[in-house]
Each structure stands twice: as C-alpha cells, then as structure tokens.
C-alpha cells in the first residue's frame, strides 16, 4: 500500500540560548496520521472526556509537556491514496510573536510566522525509503469523521482523492471513541510517529531558517532602497534649493566683499602716510637724477659754447684776413685799370699781370679755405666775390678786346685763360660750399641759444623744486614725527589706562579676544597644546599679570606675543569648569525661539560666575553677522565623517555678547547651512547630525579638554551617543555630558537607516532600552538618545517635568524619562537682565525703572499714536493689554483671539504682534487683522519686530499668555520686568514664574499677576476681567503690583547656581572613578 504524506509535526520551539538542541523534525505519513488519531482518540478515552482544551492543557496522553505538540491531522481510508497522485497544499497559520531572536551581535529581531507562509510545502517523493515503508502499515478510520490532534506551529490541509479540502481547523469538536471504531496502537508505532514528527520538525526547522534568511535579505534590500529614496530625496532638494542659494551665495558675498573693502581701506589709512613718504622720497631721488642729467648736458652744452667763441674768432680772424685781401683786390683793379688805358703793354706784360692775378686769386682761395669754419660775414664775402667774378669777366673781356686789337691771341695764352677760368670755377664751387656751411652754423648757433635758454630755465626750476622738495620733505618728517609721538602717547595712555582698570572690571570682549588669540598661537604650533591650556587658565582667571602682558604685546608680531605669553606660565589650579555648549542656536546671531535665549542667558551667567565658557554653532548664512565682533577664519583644517565619506568644514571664531563662539561651516555638497533659514528644511536631521560629528571632530582635532559637554534639544541630542560611541575611543574623554530638551514636542524621529550616515551603528542603537522610538519601533528618536546617553538631563521648569512623566506631556518619552527619573531634573530659565533692562534699553524713547514709572506712561502714549490708537480723554485711562506670540496652537490660539473681544467688551485697548507658519491659523488672524484695521482701541501686527516687541512690553498694562503648555516661557518674566502685569494659563513655566494675586496659599510677597487653570474661555475671562477691574478700581495697589513684579529677580543667576550644582555633581563622580 502506498504512503501518502500528509504533513509535518512539529514540536515546540527551543531556545538555542537555553542550551538545548531541537529535536529533528519528521515527516508524518498518512499511516502516521491514522496512528496519532488513534492514539488520541485512546487518550481521550482514558480521561474519560474528549475536550480538545483538556487535551492541549495536558499535551496528551504520552506526549511529555515539554514537546506539546499542537497540529490537527486528518486521515482517510488509505486505499484512496493508490488510485492517484493527489495534490496537497502546507497552509501556514500566523504564527504567535516570538519574543526575540538573538542576532549576531546581541540586537533582538521580532519575527512572526506570517513572514515565512508557503515555505513547508514538499515533494513526497524526495523521502527517503525507510518512510515509505513505516508508512504503509496505516489504520484506516472509518467514518471519514474530522479527528482533532496537537500539531504546533502550522495546520496542515490535505487534498482528498475526489478534489476536496479537508480542514484541520480546530473548529470542531472531536467525537467519542467508539465512534471512530479504531483499533488499538501499540508503543513501538507511536514510537515510529514520534521519531516521524521530529524529522518533520528537523525539516521545518530548516524552512524556517531559510525563510528566515530570505526575509533578512528582503530587510536588507528594503533598508538600501529607503537609503537610496533619501538620497534621491536629498539630491531633489539640492535642485531645489540651488536657485536660493545661488542669491544667498551672491548676498553673502557681496557681503564679504564689503568687508574686505572695509578692511583694505583701515589698512590704506594705516599705510597712507608711510607709502607717501616713500613716494616722495624716490621722487626726491628721481629730480635730483634729472638735475644730474642736466648739469652734465649743461655742461656739454658749455663746452659747445667755447668751442663757438673759438668759431667766432676764427671768423673775425677770416674777416680780417678778406678785409686785407679787399684791399689787395682793390689793388688789382687799380692795377687793372692802369693796364687797360696803356695801349702800349706788350703782350709778355700782359702775362705777367694775369700771372700776378692768379696769384692773388689763389691767396684769396687759401683765405677762403681757412675762413671755411667760419660762419660771420659769408654773405659780405660772398658779395664780394661775385664782384670779383664780375672784375674778372669784365676784365677778360676787355683782355679779349686788346688781345684783338693789339695782337692776335698765341696759343699759350688761350690755355692760361682756360686755366684761369677754370680756377675761377673751382673758387665759386668752394663759395657755394662754404654758404652752405654759414647756413649750417647759423642754425647751430640759434640751437645753441635755445639750449642756453633751456639750461637756465631747468637749472632755475630745478632749484625752485629742490628747495619745495626739500621743504615738503622736512614738513612731512616733522608731521610723521608728531603723529608717531601722539600715537605712542595715545598707546601709552591706553595702556596706563587699561592697566589702571581693576582687572575685575575689564570687558568681557577683552578676554574673549585674548582667549582666540591664544587658540590662533596654538593653531600656528608657536606653544603647545599644554602652553595654551595654561594660558587659558590664566586668562580665565583674569589674572593681572596675563593682562599686563597681552596689552603690552597685543600690536605686535605673533612670535613676540607667544614669548611673551611663555614666560607666564606657571602651575595654577582651576578656578571653575570648562563647558561647552553645542547648540543651533544663540541669541541674538542666530535666533528663532527661547532656545537662542537660553543658551546666551546661561552661558554669559556663568561666564561671570568664573567659568569658561565656549559656544559652537553652524555657521547659517542667514545669521546676523552685524552682531559678531572680530569673526575670522581659523587656519584649521577640520575634516569629519558622514555618509561614508570624509567632508572638509571651515571653521571660524567670533565674539558674541562677550562670549567665545565657533562656527563650523561644512564644504558639503547639499549646503546645509547656505539655505536662507534655519530649521524647516526636509533634510534637517542630516544637517544636524552632520553638524554634530564635526563639532565633536573639532575639539578632539583642536585639542580642547572640557569638563562638561552641554547640548541643546534634538538638533544636537546625537552628541552624546556619539561622544560614548565614537569619541571616547579616541581620545575625547575628559568630558562629562549635560543635555537640556526645551521642548518634547520636537523630537527629531526618523527611519533608522538615517542614524548610519553619522557613523552610529543603527542595529546597536534601535534597541527599546537606546534609542528606537517608543511609538514607532522603526524609528530612531535623537531626543531619546539623548536622554538616554547624557550624564544629566534638564528641561527648563520644574512643572513642565511633571508634566512630561505623563502621557499627554511627554509625547511618548513619559517611559524613557521615568527610567531615569534620577538624573533628569527641572530648572526654571532666567532672562538677560542687562538685554531686558527698561532703565537702560536703547529701543525704548523714555526709559524708567521701579522708582520712577513717569517713563512707561510716556511710552503708552507714544506707542498708541504710533499706532493709531486713541489716547484722549477717557480713552488715556484704558487699560492697554499686550500679546506678543507665535500663532501655534501650543499658544492658545482659540484663546487669544477671545481675549481680543473681551478687552473690547472690557472697555480695554489691545494689540498683538506675532505671526503663524501655520497658513489657515494666519489667513484666519489676517482677517481679524481687517475687522480692527481702522478701530481706536484694536491693533493687530501679524509679523515680528524686535524694536516693536521692546515697546509693547514697556506700554501694556496687561500681558496675556494662555498658552496650553508652555515648557518655560520667557514672555512673562520679560513683561513684569517691564511693569507689565501678566495674565496666563498655570501650566509649565507660567505656573512656576506666576502666582494668582487672589491666591491666598501663596505667600503674598510672592504674587505677582493673574492665572487660570481651565482651557476654555470661560477661565480667561475669569482671569482677564479681575485683572482689568483692579486697573480700573484700584489704582495705588495697581501700581505697587507693578513695582513689585518689576524688582522680582528673574535673571540667570539662580538658575546657573543649579545648572553649576549639577555640573560638579557628575565632574566630581567621573573624578573620583578615575581615582
């Protein structure tokens, strides 16, 4: 007979952690079956009862509690089996959730058995041939009845040779024994099934591995996919954002360009004057160069001149020498004209007279030659020549004339006369030259002139410039001489007067630059990280002996400063604790809430209690650079790692409030913080994980060794995991962490795979007891993490830490926060008395204080006709209440619009100033805004202006706050610093800072203004309406009401004092560890 399988049996689950090995699974045949039913069916009848609950409460008759196997079988007459090949079909039940599964490295991983359905179906004919044969000796069963079994974890459908399903759901109720007419079972077959359901479980078992295996993978691809969704997601908003940056980009440097002119123009005025002195000098240089090249023209000039009155002598000379040959020509023609009337001379004597001529003629040619370089009466010799050429011709012809009167010409005396004729030639040729050289000399002599003059003038110039150089020279000595004495005197006094200032009372600004000047000589490897450590101690101190040097050296050259600096150094003990804060903001640089408030009302109160204090925050472009003093770039190369990669950052230091603070600006590629706003972005939780790990990276790399590490809400809450997982190890670890959550509304939750890109491993961390988040196990909570991971957790009143233990407060934390309810604490926040100061605040027009309240009464009156409000007759004595919000619903919304109607009922003025990113909550307010926008006692300002905030605070008679939860709130404790009487909700904050003046469990000296406890409209007016009926009815208790709040010290003194408190507390226990 033919074995059909039917199914798997499957014993209950072992737990590899308890030692124990599972027992193999086994396949259960159709026979098997037959057997297991009739066994139960025996075991049913022995109890006496066929309860199918009694039977899994016990596990059956032989079945030992420990296997408590639970599956329903069906079995039919087997010889159906051999008519044909029937299909069958595993379906899988879901299974119950397994508690955990122990991972590689200790992370628990719920699996459920709906994961792994279809997976144990099988081929009957890959078993082996000892089951067929221990499965062809079945029972049959008659009847065809459904049989209830244990079968544990799946049920198992089998197909019936006619097509149809039989269920083994245990819906049915099993039937009596002796219905089923089954024979007995012997020991050893329900041995054999036994051995049969544990290799059924061995197989299932390795299904269930496998399937298992397959669902990691399935995880693991989807983990990628969602890492690669983020991404893509983050490559989107880059788009996105690229045409706003690229303005930001362009204002920031348009910016910096005006700074840069701003600098060059100090370092122009610095220069000027040396620079001119300089120029005038190698002027000086130059002319006299010039006049030395003119002295030697001047003086080759000179020598042309004597070499001229050589010429014009030579030229009297020649004329002298024309003059005797004048007169020799003279006697020629005498001689000519004597010969000529003697008709009697003999031709022999007529020769000899022309002999004699030419003789005198060649004298006169010698005279001409030498009176060639001559210049002076050409033009009379010349003249007189042309006479004697004209006495020749006449005289030849009158030879001509005689030689053919008298006697016939021989032919010698033709050949004299060409000679002779010839020589007259020659002496005209030697005239024309000699012309040409009197033209030449006469232009040589008018340059000669010219030059002459020239020379006179340069020399004459020349001497005026030498004497004005000379005298502008000795005038600019004598300035730069006076302005190097008054700026030594002025650097004298200033040093006398700032080593005259106690050293108590030197600015805050002094130390901060002397404590980044000292950081830049450590940057610059001039002292060593030891050197600067002591330094700073020293300076933190405000020692007398470190001020004197640092004034004395301020001006001069880094390595002078560090000399002088080194010689200091000497064994000091700690004057307080080194803390620093990372935070996303600071007030007022970069400001969006109370968090920037708080971290600047804190860290300057402590600075002034003697401790040292250093700010780090990103480096927004949309931070009020106006309000930094001396921000500059540190020669700091600061690398950081974040989504795999190795990211350089810039770091820059400033003064802030006095304080020292870093700014870490990030050459990522997305631009975190080149956005044109601080938070709100769809990527904020890889801005500010990515700015925490540089943070970090920057004090290992810096060398820094703080005390204490305090950061600030979720934007910065990965700090402290990160600090324990990844920075002790290298080395940072002399500090101990502080973190403060201002607000458990913002918790900053997101997919797990977002913590990888920081470096944190997210299967150590998504673990209930770290990090996962408490309503979505899928997500990794920064807020939590901080909790969990921080030495000392604050927030920022001690009501609002009640609160958040509850589920309505904490927002799903209420657990964490109760597990370490030790060290979490609640510490009202102060505010910045010197900042919010009606006796010195420059934003207000009268400024008054508690003695003198004439001051407020004028700021009422100017605030109303600033707006629009009237102020005459009965209207002056109106109360004027004030509001000054954001429009979220955690404020109260539906509140503050009903206190706007109930002043006017009231017989009040009110205005608002606030907005909301919240579009229906504005567009509903702007509406409003439209409904008042020409009424006389109604004014709504829907925006935020700061100088505006300072002067409702100073003219409200009334400030209403009605604020559903409010963790702290500042706004109170600003109106009553400002005489402002406030109106507000007890929750949070308000119920620690306010208390009811008609509340008579209060001490009296302790109430202050009005509160209400319900959240509707009914309690405001409660509040609102006694409020104004004591303005009203009661004028002189108003007005101690209102000097009583004003002297109410709200400042951060109190509160640095608990904030130090716990600080020491958990310093001085890491210290004494280390001991």
């Excluded at 480096?619 to 003093?629: P, V």
């Excluded at 404790?973 to 800072?993: F, Q």
């Excluded at 003046?997 to 509707?1016: A, C, H, M, T, W």
Aim: proline share 4%; glycine share 6%; aromatic share 6%.
């Amino acid at each position: 007979m033919a074995t059909r399988i039917i199914g798997v049996v499957v014993p209950p689950l072992y737990h590899h952690s308890l030692g124990h090995d599972p027992p193999p699974p086994r396949l259960l045949t159709s026979s098997g079956c037959s057997r297991v039913a009739a066994f139960e069916e025996r075991a049913r009848g022995a109890n006496g009862r066929g309860d199918n609950n009694n039977n899994k409460k016990n596990g059956g008759f032989l079945f030992p509690s420990s296997l408590s196997p639970s599956c329903k079988i069906r079995s039919r007459n087997s010889s159906a089996n051999q008519k044909k090949p029937q299909a069958r079909r595993v379906r899988g039940r879901p299974m119950p959730e397994v508690n955990s599964v122990p991972g590689e490295e200790g992370r628990e991983s719920p699996v459920r058995e709906q994961d792994i359905q279809n997976e144990t179906s099988m081929d009957a004919e890959s078993l082996s041939a000892e089951h067929q044969q221990r499965g062809s000796s079945s029972i049959n069963s008659e009847g065809g009845g459904d049989e209830e079994g244990i079968f544990n974890p799946v049920s198992v459908d089998v197909v019936t040779s006619n097509g149809s399903m039989s269920d083994s759901s245990p819906k049915r109720k099993t039937g009596s024994f002796k219905d089923k007419g089954v024979s007995g079972v012997s020991v050893d077959e329900l041995m054999i099934m036994m051995k049969d359901a544990e290799n059924n479980i061995m197989l299932l078992n390795q299904v269930r591995e496998r399937a298992l295996e397959e669902l990691q993978q399935v995880r693991n691809e989807r983990d990628k996919l969602q890492s690669q969704v983020q991404v893509l997601q983050a490559q989107l908003g880059e788009v996105d954002a690229k045409q706003k940056w690229t303005v930001q980009a362009a204002e920031k440097a348009n910016l910096l360009e005006k700074e840069l002119r701003t600098l060059k123009g100090k370092l122009a005025e610095k220069e000027a004057d040396r620079i001119a002195a300089g120029k005038l000098e190698e002027d000086y240089k130059q002319l006299q160069a010039h006049a030395q090249e003119l002295s030697t023209h001047l003086k080759t000039s000179s020598s042309k001149g004597l070499e001229l009155k050589q010429l014009l002598t030579q030229n009297q000379s020649s004329q002298d020498e024309i003059n005797s040959l004048r007169v020799q020509l003279a006697d020629a023609q005498a001689e000519l004209a004597t010969f000529t009337k003697g008709t009697e001379k003999s031709s022999p004597q007529l020769q000899e007279y022309v002999r004699g001529l030419e003789l005198k003629v060649a004298s006169v040619e010698a005279e001409l030659a030498k009176a060639k370089a001559s210049d002076a009466e050409l033009a009379s010799l010349e003249n007189e020549c042309q006479a004697l050429k004209e006495e020749v011709a006449a005289l030849r012809v009158q030879l001509a004339a005689v030689a053919g009167s008298s006697i016939a010409m021989t032919p010698e005396v033709v050949a004299q006369k060409e000679l002779l004729q010839s020589k007259v030639e020659s002496l005209q040729t030697a005239l024309a030259q000699a012309e040409a050289e009197r033209t030449s000399m006469s232009k040589v002599h008018s340059e000669n002139l010219d030059l002459r003059n020239q020379v006179q003038l340069l020399e004459q110039r020349l001497q005026e410039s030498d004497v004005e150089i000379r005298s502008q020279l000795r005038m600019y000595e004598e300035e730069v001489q006076a302005f190097q004495a008054s700026l030594e005197g002025l650097k004298a006094e200033a040093q006398v007067g700032t080593m005259q200032i106690a050293v108590g009372e030197m600015p805050w600004d002094f130390w901060s630059s002397m404590m980044l000047r000292i950081e830049a000589l450590m940057l610059d490897s001039l002292i060593t990280q030891e050197d600067a450590k002591e330094l700073r101690l020293m300076a933190w101190r405000r020692e007398k002996a470190i001020r004197d040097t640092y004034v004395t050296l301020q001006d001069e050259v880094n390595e002078d400063m560090a000399a002088g600096l080194l010689d200091l150094i000497k064994p000091h003990s700690r004057p307080g604790l080194y803390i620093v804060n990372i935070s996303a903001e600071m007030a007022p640089v970069a400001k969006v809430g109370g968090l920037g408030d708080v971290v600047t009302g804190l860290s300057r109160s402590l600075q002034r209690k003697g401790h040292l204090v250093e700010i780090i925050l990103p480096k927004y472009d949309c931070m009020d650079y106006t309000r930094i003093k001396s921000l500059k770039e540190l020669d700091l190369e600061l690398h950081s790692f974040f989504d795999g990669q190795i990211h350089k950052n810039k770091v820059w230091s400033g003064i802030v409030e006095g304080l020292p603070v870093y700014f870490i600006e990030p050459l990522h590629p997305a631009k975190f913080f080149w956005r044109g706003q601080f938070y709100s972005e769809p990527d904020d939780f890889k801005r500010f994980t990515y700015f925490c790990r540089a943070a970090l990276e920057f004090l290992l790399q810096s060398g820094k060794r703080p005390d204490v590490i305090h950061s600030h809400d979720w934007h910065t809450a990965v700090v402290a995991p990160l600090y324990w997982d990844i920075y002790v190890p290298l080395g940072l670890d002399s500090a101990r962490l502080a973190f403060t959550c201002h607000n458990f509304e913002y918790q900053g939750a997101e997919p797990a795979v977002a913590l990888a890109s920081c470096g944190l491993s997210v299967r150590e961390l998504l673990r209930p007891d770290r990090m996962q988040d408490n309503s979505f196990p899928n997500k990794i909570n920064l807020l939590k993490g901080g909790i969990v991971f921080s030495n000392v957790v604050t927030t920022v009143s001690p009501t609002y830490a009640q609160e958040v233990l509850r589920p309505e407060g904490g927002k799903g934390l209420q657990g964490t926060l109760a597990q370490h309810s030790r060290k979490f604490y609640g510490v009202l926040n102060g505010i910045d008395d010197e900042s919010w100061n009606p006796a010195t605040d420059s934003l207000l027009n009268h400024q008054y204080s508690a003695d003198d309240l004439s001051g407020k009464e004028a700021n009422k009156q100017m605030l109303r006709e600033r707006l629009g409000l009237v102020t005459q007759g009965d209207d002056a004595r109106r109360p004027l209440v004030g509001c000054i919000t954001r429009l979220v619903p955690q404020k109260g919304v539906h509140l503050i619009r009903h206190s706007i109607y109930r002043t006017l009922e009231r017989g009040g003025q009110f205005i608002l100033l606030g907005s909301s990113p919240i579009p229906h909550i504005q567009h509903e307010f702007e509406g409003i805004a439209r409904q008042f926008e020409n009424h006389p006692q109604i004014r709504l300002v829907l925006k935020y202006d700061e100088a505006l905030s300072h002067s409702i605070y100073a003219a409200s008679d009334i400030f209403v706050i009605p604020s559903i939860f409010e963790p702290c709130g500042l706004t109170q404790m600003i109106a009553m610093r400002y005489g402002s009487i406030p109106v507000v909700r007890e929750t949070g904050g308000l119920a620690d800072s306010v208390f009811d003046v008609d509340n008579e469990s209060i001490p009296i000296e302790k109430r202050n203004g009005f509160s209400f406890q319900s959240l509707d409209e009914g309690g405001l007016n409660w509040a609102l309406d006694r409020a104004m009926s004591y303005y009203a009815q009661n004028p002189d208790w108003w007005e101690k009401l209102v000097r009583k709040a004003m002297k109410i010290d709200f400042s951060w003194d109190v509160s640095a004092d608990q904030y130090v408190d716990f600080y020491n507390q958990i310093v001085t226990n890491v210290h004494a560890t280390r001991t």
